[in-house]
């Protein structure tokens, strides 16, 4: 195992960390302004994969191009995490975190159960072609697909970005992480911004869903619930309800999944992630980015 | 068959059908998830001197298609004993035990079956759950015929109350080595050097030490010998390794979800050596998961056709009638076969020993499973015919679909396997191997 081997466990962990990021960046995006652990969160991602193989395998009538099938599933999956908020979260939003998560655990059963119950669980894989990894100045091997995953990553880091630090909406949402009652007191409609963040939550947690589909086929209605786990590392590894922190524990998880499946064993990926939830949580709480927002 | 086929079918298909099939929804050739439900149900009734057959598989779940597949098998067999007036003047009745593919749910059902229903016999289990249920099995004395489990846990305790009517993965593990080191076989080329990913289970983990130890003996190298975690999301840290030892082929033995994710991580990491694979992916749900591009010459093992049964024309005729008993679209079916024999021996061994005036106790059927399995008795190949001969006072030798079933001291029965190829989506015969070969 030389040099070769070292870049290349580091590239596809900058490839894996780039769905982690898409996903805990969504996670935490909801944590910052609802105060709870959404443990609903993985059948987002779930329900954007499997909207985007039945929109691009013509399910629903209409064979869509495969961005287009995703564009439409994170659309979507945002426009359910809403209703889910509404219907599920909103009307205890005042009896505290604990029944919020017990409730986000109800809820994620009864979301996966329902898509088996439609579709069974079959495996399931997006129509994207098989392609050979190419060569990039004999350094690394990647595919056109897996490039793409980084792009599609970075893309909407930086909208995120953009979102929180130019827009109104950014603004409320940071004010309203902040200190809710102050916000409301200072005239900002915080149920409209909660709304609009589960929004963004899901559509996050589904886009993430898609670009876990692109690299890791075929999957099951058991995969977002299973990936939380790698989601909630990298999550706390930022420091929870904290956007930035949350991408830059994203590419910690994968590069530290990646090293261990090639250096140590490839049997424990997954362990390699909760060991270090579970090293964060005893050493730094707070996570590696302890900052505002 | 001597029993009019087509009569029978007609006075017990309908009804018949929608009991077999009761509980058990998918179409079950394999690439069905599973999710039959209603494992437990009787699906035959009978009454306090009827004899009961436990049918000890999975019937929901990833491995749900098993049950799934054997059900049907079992209740076509069960009324054929039933229309030539059961056995000893007792019907036959059968009873599902779903054993979820998970060892503590084949517990619970196992001593439900023993406890609860106090089955005569039982059908079933497969290779995850074995090691998990003989002794109970064992211990109570139920004899115990699987049409499904070639784990080789059992090579050396079955020959008493367990024996099988499917090839040992001793077998099919040698059988795989062969087939690898010798271009006769294969179609493409002599294979020296060979590595192993195999799944950290059992049911995987069964065939590494024969095909390991076969491919030695047989003049190859063993280049590296991974074991891999099933139900990952991603293989290609493994496959890295395989391809840092340079092996020529690779035998995988895995599920077919897992060999689609290695297969392909392999395509795309540009893995120039060809794989072999297991019973459990020589099929088309494997085929049609994967492009073509990444299936393409690669090699599986599969039970070959009995040549006596498929000359006779015994093995079309089997699958005109489970398809029509069913409702299935097609009858070769994965373990179809092998449950007919399973089913056919017990029926004999319960009717053998009847006739000969002794109590159908566990021993006394378990001695007679292999008495009605031995030439040079009368040659029998179907329940009704044999009990015709043992009540006229002949001892029989039933012949099967999948081989002779002669049953060595271990339980165990030699078959000839077929060495498949894949090619643009379908598999071909490569090469057959008679067990002599072996």
Redesign the interface.
Known sequence: MGLD?FL?AVV?GLIEGSVIAVGAVGLTLSYGVTRFINFAYGEFLTYGAYLTVFLAGGLFGVSLPLPAAAVVATVVVGALGVAVSRTFFEPISDRGALPLLITSIGVSFILRNLLQGWV????R?LPIP????QDYFGLF?L?HLELGVIAASVVTMLTIHLLLQRTMLGKRMRATSGNRSLAKTAGIDTTSVIRQTWFLSAAAGALAGVL?AV?????RPG?GFE?LIVIFAATLLGGIGRPYGAMLGAFCIGLAM?FG??YLS????RAYAFLILVGVLLLKPEGIRGGEF | MEVDRRAFLRRTGGAATVTAIAGCTGDGDGDDDGDGGGGDNTTTGGDDSSLTIGVLLPFSGNYGWVGANVLPVVNMVVDEINEQGGIDGRQVSVVQGDTEASPDAAVSATDRLVNVENVDGVIGPTSITMSAVIDTLIENEVPVITPTAGTTSLDDRGGDYVFRTVSSDSLGGRAIAKAARDQQYNSLEDYERMALMVGNKEVFQSFKEPVRSSLKEFGGTVTTALDIRTGKASYSSEVQQMMESDPEICVLIASVEDSVKITEAGYQASYEGNWFVTQDQTNQDFLSQSENQVTNDVLGLNAAAYQSAQSAGRLDEFFEAITDYAGWDKGAKIFATNTYDAMNVMGLAMKQVAASSGDLTGPNVADAISTVATPPEETVTAYTAGASAIESGSDVDYEGLVGPINFDENGDIVAPFSIKIAQDGEWTEAGRLPPEAL
């Open positions: 081997t290349q596809s069974g669980v079959d495996a894989q098989l392609l050979r990894r091997r595919t876990y690299l890791f086929s075929p999957f995969v990936y990646n499946s090639t490839a049997n424990y990926t």
